[in-house]
């Protein structure tokens, strides 16, 4: 079982920065993949940002060239900085990770969601 932890969402005003934290936990050989998602109330949950073994990096259109993903392998954890933040980036974001145990194979995981909250 793996357990993923958000932390850093928060209220911030237009303009602003925030920087989100998703550590992974729990037994397993490797990660394959995180990435985030986000969901605004009445909107369906959409990809923002992610990084894969498989295909790299990528993001959503509307965040390009001003949110990063990265991630530190030594603590299992990603970090997703956003700048520049718009009232249009709030909602509650979600951390997911594809991992491969030896047992399992590879599953899904995700969080329980941070809310962020762009206004003035």
């Known amino acids: 079982q793996v357990q993923l932890v958000e932390s850093g969402g928060g209220l911030v005003q237009p303009g602003g920065s925030l920087r989100l934290s998703c550590a992974a936990s729990g037994s397993f050989y490797v990660i394959n993949g995180m990435g985030w998602y986000r969901q605004a109330p009445g909107k369906e949950r959409e990809e923002v940002a992610s990084?894969?073994?498989?295909?790299?990096?990528k993001y959503t259109d509307s965040v390009k060239d001003r949110f990063t993903i990265s991630r530190d392998d030594s603590k299992n954890t990603a970090y997703l900085q956003m700048n520049s933040l718009k009232p249009e980036d709030s909602g509650v974001y979600y951390c997911?990770?594809?991992?491969?145990?030896?047992?399992?194979?590879?599953?899904?995981?995700w969080g329980k969601g941070t809310q962020v909250t762009v206004s003035s």
């Open positions: 990084f894969n073994r498989a295909v790299g990096t």
């Open positions: 997911h990770a594809n991992v491969y145990d030896f047992r399992t194979g590879s599953v899904d995981y």
